[in-house]
Nanobody
Framework: QVQLVESGGGSVQAGGSLRLSCAAS????????MGWFRQAPGKEREGVAF????????YYADSVKGRFTISQHNAKNMVYLQMNSLKPEDTAMYYC??????????????WGQGTQVTVSS
């Protein structure tokens, strides 16, 4: 059974940093495309970062490019999202997802329960 569990969210002031973690079970992150998505209240879910471990390809939304970094730790079977220079508009529930393509959320079959990130000005 595939399971994804996010952690690392919290409250931070603008300009600060957070690192989100996604613990995976039921499959290996080293062989599965992974994505991070977010959804703010009243807004549609949007893709933030994507990683294809097979090709080493990463892809980011323009809104986070240069500030966020997706990575993985194969031995721990974890995926991370390092978020720097956070802005109030980054406030959202963040989800990791597995098995999809780029930032197209409909292509992802497996989702975590989410972790809240709140950035104050």
């Amino acid at each position: 059974q595939v399971q994804l569990v996010e952690s690392g969210g919290g409250s931070v002031q603008a300009g600060g940093s957070l690192r989100l973690s996604c613990a995976a079970s039921g499959y290996t992150v080293s062989s599965t495309n992974m994505g991070w998505f977010r959804q703010a209240p009243g807004k549609e879910r949007e893709g933030v970062a994507f990683m294809s471990p097979g090709s080493g390809t990463t892809y980011y939304a323009d809104s986070v490019k240069g500030r966020f970094t997706i990575s993985q730790h194969n031995a721990k079977n974890m995926v991370y999202l390092q978020m720097n220079s956070l802005k109030p508009e980054d406030t959202a529930m963040y989800y990791c997802a597995a098995g999809g393509f780029l930032l197209i959320d409909k292509t992802y079959r497996y989702w975590g329960q989410g972790t809240q990130v709140t950035v104050s000005s």
